[in-house]
C-alpha cells in the first residue's frame, strides 16, 4: 500500500503564490504518474496536472501559471502556483499511478481571497 502526504496549502491574497509538496511512502512503489487535482465547493474534482517520465499535463484554466514538477528520488511531486486567483480555492488532493493503481492523499486546502 501507499500513503501520499501533501503539505503546502493555506490561505493566500490574489496574486500570491504558493507551493505544494506531496510525498509519498510505503514499500514497493514503481510510480508512473504523479499529479494533482482539485475540488472546489459544488464542483467535481478535476484534474490541474500531472507528470510521468516525459510529459507534463496542465488543465488550461492554470498553464502558465502552475508548474509541476517531481523529485524521483524522494518519490515526491510539487506544485508551485504563482498568481492565484479566487477560482483556485479548492481542496488540492495529490494522486500517483503505480504499478498496483491509483492512490490519493488527504487533500489540503487552498483558499485565495482578499
Known amino acids: 500500500q501507499v500513503q501520499l502526504v501533501e503539505s503546502g496549502g493555506g490561505l493566500v491574497q490574489p496574486g500570491g503564490s504558493l507551493r505544494l509538496s506531496c510525498s509519498a511512502s510505503g514499500s514497493i512503489l514503481s510510480i508512473y504518474v504523479m499529479g494533482w487535482y482539485r475540488q472546489a465547493p459544488g464542483k467535481q474534482r478535476e484534474l490541474v496536472a500531472d507528470?510521468?517520465?516525459?510529459?507534463?499535463n496542465y488543465a488550461d484554466s492554470v498553464n502558465g501559471r502552475f508548474t509541476i514538477s517531481r523529485d524521483n528520488a524522494k518519490n515526491t511531486v510539487y506544485l508551485q502556483m504563482n498568481s492565484l486567483k479566487p477560482e483556485d480555492t479548492a481542496v488540492y488532493f495529490c494522486?500517483?499511478?503505480?504499478?498496483?493503481?491509483?492512490?490519493w492523499g488527504q487533500g489540503t486546502q487552498v483558499t485565495v481571497s482578499s
Open positions: 507528470v510521468t517520465d516525459g510529459r507534463i
Open positions: 494522486k500517483v499511478r503505480t504499478n498496483w493503481g491509483d492512490f
